[in-house]
Structure formats: structure tokens, C-alpha cells
């Protein structure tokens, strides 16, 4: 056994796994119960991937529009997920959201604004009212620069570049600490917590066409997962409907929707406006304000309110593959969106500026003047831990999750910009509730040397044996089984396929080998990265194999449409007591009748209610 009191242990309260939004938001909460909290994170700080995020966070402010509100901004969320939301997590995002942005905007971060000084918002797809407080097309990159600044100034210590591997558990079952390992020495650390927070992002990365960065490797899910912790809905995989198909230097880089809240429209390689022909018979009666703007949108008119294009993601996405395949795609198999000719050069530079830079630094192309090719490109995660939902605690005592990592919030389908306002909200609830069971704790638990020395060994095998696997090789093979097998279109026997391969995937993993030492070594953090986004791949092929129905972000074209008991159950993974994976249908709980009304309402009932509610 490895003589694991010799490894430096750190003692915190809270400690948090991931610095993207959700976890400086639940790192600011925790500090600021008086908690001692870290955040551990294995890029460095202020490079987390909510930096990607674009367009803007939804929040009801009704700053642009003030018919906006909490009670629709929940219909939207509800309706755009399906209904399989967690009904009281949504009703907790819709209610807190302009709360938090608000406190954002205290707290230094420098929102576009209207012209009476307020916060701006943009139209985007899913929601009814120009929604997205947005900082250009940086508001990610403002978000996370706010909260970590405010964050070190308020007293949080922060551990770069240092990997999380796996979870310790007391004798009670409840998580105490964290194995840790520092990516520039390969040198270990254990971290003893009373409350440990994941907020670890997404698995892209399981994918060839992604969106994601390298950190998105699904290390919550996994780590969760062989805690004993629950994971929940991981079939819904949204693919953003405009990822950059061409040129390969950019292949998988989101295209914000802003470019479509913007004016951008989507062509075929006729050069139809084909979303005008995949409009949900849904959207064609409830996305109008009266009759004659629904007959407007039947009718292809471009001056329509709100235009097809920021449709539900999943609906775009659909339409752009159907495209395709019936041979209408763009040159590289995608379709061209064009914002060349709805705004002159100055004012998408202006109203765009890291799009314009980006793709003409990176692709050589000057989207002022050319269409881009896009495509549908993995980008988010719906399931994931599962978790209370007052109190973001999963099914592990101890163990915290929020942010994309936790599943509940969007159901089948996430509507574009409700992501950082999640982060935002979850992250808060996440670090309270954190917070208050830590403080029930009164002294740290020891540390079960045999776990630690286990977790120790398994990392450092990989760089011991004489031969082995490629890392590298497996990953590209898992990439290319996903993308083709479990990818947005999904047949049953594509699935089995898809498990069978990932199967023996997994028995090449046994032996993989990364060459060299632990000091500066990335063959063996991806070797690392790879064990979890095994276990995320074969919790996500299982569950869309088990959910025999088209819901949302899930498209089996074997089971087309949505089935009447697929609301009835949510379909729960966890690690059984032979090691093997197991997945079950659990009943949902029936929702409150009131969240229930108010996302089944039509909108001018809700529009009038509301309007009477003020008036009081």
C-alpha cells in the first residue's frame, strides 16, 4: 500500500471542482457564509468554458420589453424542455435569474445597455420576449471576469492546473474529501471537505463535432458516478444547430445564436430560406402574437416578429440535417447562414466583435462579406448528477452538483442563454446549501488510506506499464463511435453498435500506456480524461437506447414523436453492485398544480394575468 500520509493534505469547508460560472458562483456564496473555500480547477482561472458562452443570460428583467416575467419566462423553459423539466428548478431559474444578473451587474460586470441606461436584452430562440442581458458576443467572457474578480477579493484560494480524480467517502458514506493530482509536477494532493460542490461542465468531448473545449471530458459524471451518486437524462444531448462545418481549422466553433438574434438567416444550396418550412405546428399558433403574424409566418414573410430561425435548437438543428440529407446542403455538408446581407460590415463588427475576429484570424473568412457554413455540433449536456432540487445535494451525502454537470433544469431541451443564468442560480443555491451542511459538520473525517492509496495507484499504473494502449488512438475511436452511432439522428441498432464498441473501447482502456514521466506529461491526462468520458458515453448510448420515443434534444428515428408515458419517467443511472452499469425508468412525481397552469396556459391568458397582477 502506498504510504499516502506522506501526500500533502488541504483542509477547506466548501471545497469546489470546476471555476466556470456555476462554480465561482457557488465558491462566492460558500465564502460569503464564512465558510473556507477552494476551487479546484485543471485549466487555470478565467479560462473555464463558460467563456465560449456568447449571446447573453436569460433573465425576465422586461427591461426591453416590460410584458416579460417570471411565470413566462418558466412557460418558455417548460415548453422548450419538453416538460420534462424538474418543475420546481425551473420555477427557482425563472424567479432568481433577474435577481442574480442584477447582482452581476453590481458587482462590476458591463452589460450592453438601452437607451435609458438599463441592461440590454436580445431576442433568442425559445423565447418569447427579447430576453438575453448580453455584453456583445462576449458575455461569457464578462460573466466569469466579474465573479472571479469579485470572488479573490472576497477570499476564496484558488488550485490551478490540478486535476480531481476521485472521490473519499467516510464510514458513513458521506463524501469527505477529493484525490488530486497537479498536472505540471504529476504530484498528488487530498483535499478533506465537509461539502464538496462539481461543477465540472459537460462530456462533448465523447464526440468528434463539438463544440466543447479539451476540459469537457464528463469527470463529474464519472466521478460522481463511482461514488454511488446517480446520474439522470444524459440521452438529452443538445447539438447546437450552427457549428462551423468549414473550414476544418474551425470545424465544431459555435456560432453564436446572436448571429441569428441579429438578423442572420439560414440557406440551402438553393438558396431557399428552408426554416420557413419546419415550423412546429406548436410554434405556428403560440410564437404569434395574432392570427395575421401567424399567417405571416406561414406565408415566408421576413418581417415576421420573431423569425424561424430561432426556433427551439433542437428543431434548427433537425432542419439543417434534414437539409442535408436530402441533398441540400452546404459544399461540407452543412447549410450557409448569411448575415452578410442583413447588417452592413460596421454594424456587425460592432454588434459581433469575437465573431468577426475569430473566424477571420482563425478561417481566413470575413463573415461581412461571405455566408458561413454551419452544422449541428455537440455543445451541451441536459442530464447529468442528479440532484435535489432545493439543495443541489445528490443522492451522496455531501456531494453538491450545479451547472451543467447537474441534471433537472432543462429537461429534453435547453433554450439558448438559460445556461448562464443557471450558472448563476444553481451556483448560489449550490454554494448556501453547501454552506449549511458544512456547518452541521463539526470536525473534518479521516481519511481512508486504502481509498486514497486506490485512486493513487490506478492514475499512476498508466504510466508504469512497459506497453500499452494509445490514449490518443482510443479517444479518436470512441470520437468517431459516438458521432456516428449516438449521434443526433439514433436507431436501435445504430445504439447497439454504438455500446458493443464502446464495450471494447473499454477493455483496450485496461491497458492503455502513457509514455513517459509524470512532470509536464499529456498523454496521461488524456489517458485520465479518458476513463471518464468512457463512463459518460456508455450512460449516454444506454439511455437513448431506453427511451424508445423523439423528445427534445433525443431523436430516435425508429420511435418518431413524442410518446404520452414518456413524461411519466426519467431514466436514472448509477453503478450496480457488480460493477456493471445500471439504468432503470423512475416515476416522475406529479408537478404542483399551480407551475403546472401556469406552463400550460395559453400566453394571452398569462399576458392578461399578469397584467391584472399589476394592476393590483
Known amino acids: 500500500m502506498l504510504d499516502v500520509s506522506e501526500i500533502k493534505t488541504v483542509e477547506h469547508d466548501v471545497l469546489i471542482v470546476g471555476a466556470g460560472g456555476a462554480g465561482l458562483s457557488a465558491a462566492i456564496e460558500a465564502s460569503s457564509q464564512g465558510m473556507s473555500t477552494g476551487i479546484v480547477m485543471k485549466s487555470l482561472l478565467g479560462k473555464a468554458h463558460t467563456v465560449m458562452a456568447e449571446g447573453g443570460m436569460a433573465a425576465a428583467l422586461g427591461n426591453v420589453d416590460d410584458r416579460d416575467h417570471w411565470k413566462i419566462h418558466f412557460r418558455d423553459t417548460m415548453r422548450g424542455g419538453k416538460f420534462l423539466n424538474v418543475w420546481r428548478m425551473a420555477e427557482h431559474h425563472a424567479k432568481i435569474a433577474p435577481d442574480r444578473v442584477r447582482l452581476l451587474e453590481e458587482w462590476g460586470a458591463v452589460f450592453d445597455r438601452t437607451k435609458n441606461g438599463l441592461i440590454n436584452q436580445r431576442n433568442f430562440g425559445g423565447h418569447r420576449y427579447p430576453r438575453l442581458a448580453h455584453v456583445g458576443d462576449r458575455t461569457g467572457l464578462e460573466m466569469i471576469r466579474t465573479l472571479q474578480d469579485h470572488g479573490i477579493h472576497q477570499g476564496i484560494e484558488v488550485y490551478m492546473e490540478c486535476t480531481a480524480l476521485d472521490l473519499l467517502k467516510n464510514e458513513q458514506g458521506e463524501v469527505c474529501g477529493i484525490v488530486c493530482m497537479w498536472r505540471e509536477t504529476g504530484t498528488f494532493t487530498i483535499f478533506k471537505a465537509k461539502s464538496i460542490i462539481f461543477a465540472t461542465g459537460g462530456g462533448g468531448k465523447a464526440w468528434d463535432v463539438t463544440s466543447n473545449s479539451w476540459e469537457y471530458t464528463g469527470d463529474g459524471y464519472a466521478m460522481a458516478y463511482e461514488s454511488g451518486a446517480e446520474l439522470m437524462d444524459l440521452e438529452f444531448n443538445q447539438f447546437h444547430p450552427t457549428g462551423m462545418v468549414w473550414p476544418l481549422s474551425v470545424k465544431g466553433i459555435l456560432v453564436t445564436e446572436s448571429v441569428r438574434g441579429e438578423g442572420g438567416v439560414l440557406l440551402n444550396n438553393e438558396g431557399t430560406r428552408f426554416m420557413f418550412n419546419y415550423i412546429p405546428e406548436l410554434f405556428r399558433s403560440e410564437t404569434a402574437d395574432t392570427e395575421e403574424e401567424a399567417a405571416r409566418w406561414l406565408a415566408g414573410d421576413p418581417k415576421a416578429r420573431r423569425p424561424p430561425e430561432l ?63 454551419v452544422g449541428p455540433t455537440c455543445h451541451y449536456f441536459m ?234
Open 311 to 373: 426556433l427551439t435548437r433542437d428543431v434548427v438543428a433537425r432542419a439543417i440535417n434534414e437539409e442535408v440529407k436530402a441533398g441540400r446542403g452546404s459544399k461540407h455538408g452543412g447549410a450557409y447562414l448569411n448575415f452578410a446581407t442583413q447588417r452592413t460590415a460596421d454594424d456587425i463588427k460592432k454588434k459581433l466583435p469575437s465573431m468577426y475576429h475569430q473566424f477571420k484570424v482563425l478561417a481566413e473568412l470575413d463573415i461581412t462579406k461571405e455566408p458561413m457554413e
Open 383 to 616: 442530464g447529468g448528477i442528479r440532484v435535489d432540487a432545493d439543495t443541489a445535494m445528490s443522492s451522496v451525502p455531501g456531494l453538491f452538483a450545479c451547472g451543467e454537470c447537474a441534471a433537472g433544469m432543462h429537461g429534453a431541451n435547453r433554450l439558448g442563454g438559460n445556461s448562464l443564468s443557471d450558472l448563476l442560480v444553481f451556483g448560489f443555491l449550490a454554494g448556501k446549501s453547501a454552506s449549511q451542511h458544512a456547518k452541521k459538520i463539526t470536525k473534518y473525517s479521516e481519511i481512508n488510506k486504502e481509498q486514497a492509496s486506490e485512486i493513487i495507484r490506478n492514475a499512476t499504473t498508466i504510466l508504469n506499464r512497459e506497453s500499452g494502449t494509445n490514449p490518443y488512438l482510443l479517444h479518436e475511436e470512441l470520437e468517431q463511435n459516438m458521432q456516428t452511432r449516438v449521434g443526433i439522428i439514433r436507431t436501435n441498432n445504430e445504439l447497439i453498435k454504438g455500446i458493443d464498441h464502446i464495450e471494447k473501447i473499454k477493455e483496450s482502456y485496461k491497458s492503455v500506456k502513457a509514455k513517459g514521466t509524470s512532470q509536464f506529461n499529456p498523454g496521461w491526462h488524456e489517458a485520465l480524461g479518458l476513463r471518464n468520458l468512457l463512463i459518460t458515453a456508455e450512460a449516454v448510448a444506454r439511455a437513448a437506447l431506453l427511451r424508445e420515443e423523439s423528445r427534445g434534444a433525443h431523436t430516435r428515428e425508429d420511435f418518431p414523436g413524442e410518446r404520452e408515458d414518456g413524461l411519466k419517467y426519467n431514466i436514472v443511472t448509477s453503478k450496480g453492485e457488480d460493477g456493471r452499469m445500471k439504468l432503470i425508468k423512475v416515476e416522475r412525481p406529479d408537478p404542483d398544480p399551480e407551475l403546472e397552469r401556469i406552463a400550460k396556459s395559453s400566453i394571452e391568458d398569462l399576458e392578461n394575468e399578469i397584467a391584472e397582477e399589476r394592476k393590483q
